[in-house]
């Protein structure tokens, strides 16, 4: 077992576009938690608004914080409780922390848990900084064949799987999908997996349409040329935030069928007629619950494909680039590697992206 130092550099949010790094005390896991040495750290939307905006609805980002919640490691420290045979484990986490006693978390739902502690959400620190304490049962062992960054990546697969189960899809379904951002690609590559047929996607922006393709997706629609109004999809997942997309995703679904909302949008004029009279079944998902087992399973088996996902990769001191980008198309996922100072070139870094 390598040593454990008792501090640690942490990449933290100090205020609306201020990132800093700071020394931090290493935590000690309590006697039911594994400590891990992060390897990995995907950059999530939620992360970027939180530097750009400091809130996200009700969550206000009013002390520093640590960002970063999709992420892989190793098991460097065991609480008194866990099995000391996991240290060396590489894991995927699971990076939130249930009650476990009120009536969600007994009766399994305890993403809805109202005392949930989930990382890089206010005032809960995540990951990107070297080492994180998660309970050891939300730490997955993954095998070999899944990269570091893959497992970090089982979060956003996680999201996609929630929405896929949220709208019961079923073999052979048609299913629209809008966005063609990283949750819309893995969320495609999950709907195949659970046996559509067809996954039809939209997106405004030509080259994720066609880098959709290389994922399970059937065939793409340029929402500014055609409609999809008379599709009749079984199933409409929104993974745009776009008010119109989710209009226009409501009209495609088929009469009985499910819409299920997973980007972020706000308040959206609603047609009552196109919900009621149809008897659409209009839902969300917020997080999910036991989907790691799931994603770990689906990319061990290449069902779902997530390396090549990953266009930029970062070290710790670059974690405000990270967080920024340049905007430019061929930005897909952004990993941030907290072991790392720097990473001279992100693009090369991350394999020269795809070709
Ligand atoms: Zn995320
Ligand atoms: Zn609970």
């Not at 922390?97 to 993403?111: E, S, T």
């Not at 494909?305 to 340049?326: I, P």
Request: aromatic share 6%; proline share 6%.
């Amino acid at each position: 077992m390598s040593e454990i130092p008792t501090t640690m550099t942490a990449s933290v949010l100090t205020g609306i576009g201020s990132i800093v790094l700071e020394e931090r005390p290493v935590p000690v896991p309590a006697a039911d938690e594994v400590l891990v040495r992060v390897l990995s750290v995907g950059v999530c939307g939620s992360d970027v608004h939180y530097y750009a905006h400091g809130r996200i609805g009700e969550y206000v980002v009013d002390q520093p914080l640590i960002l970063g919640h999709e992420l892989s490691g190793v098991v460097a420290a065991v609480g008194a409780d866990v099995d000391p045979a996991r240290v060396g484990e590489r894991v995927a986490v699971e990076p939130q922390r249930p009650c476990r006693v009120c009536d969600f978390c007994k009766a399994g739902d305890y993403n809805l848990c109202p005392a949930m502690e989930f990382y890089a959400t206010p005032p809960v620190d995540g990951a990107f900084c070297e080492y994180v304490v998660i309970q050891s049962d939300f730490a997955f062992a993954i095998p070999d064949s899944i990269s570091d960054h893959s497992g970090a990546l089982l979060e956003p697969l996680s999201v996609g799987i929630a929405g896929a189960q949220k709208g019961g899809i079923k073999v052979g379904d048609r299913v629209l999908i809008a966005g063609g951002g990283p949750i819309g690609i893995i969320t495609a590559q999950v709907a195949k997996a659970f046996g559509a047929a067809e996954v039809i996607l939209t997106d405004i922006n030509p080259a994720r349409r066609e880098l959709a393709l290389r994922y399970g997706v059937t065939r793409t629609v340029d929402p500014a040329q055609e409609s999809t109004d008379g599709l009749d999809a079984h199933v409409f997942i929104d993974a745009s935030g776009a008010i119109p997309a989710i209009q226009a995703g409501i009209r495609a679904t088929r009469p009985g069928g499910t819409v299920v909302l997973v980007g972020s949008a706000d308040e959206i004029p609603l047609s009552v007629p196109d919900v009621a009279m149809r008897e659409l079944n209009v839902t969300g998902i917020f997080r999910y619950t036991g989907t790691w087992p799931i994603a770990r399973q689906l990319v061990a088996d290449g069902q779902v494909e997530l390396d090549s996902l990953v266009t930029h990769v970062f070290g710790l001191e670059q974690v405000e680039e990270a967080l920024t980008g340049d905007g430019a198309d061929d930005s897909l996922k952004r990993i941030v590697l907290p072991g790392v100072r720097r990473v001279e070139d992100p693009v090369a870094a991350a394999g020269g992206a795809r070709s």
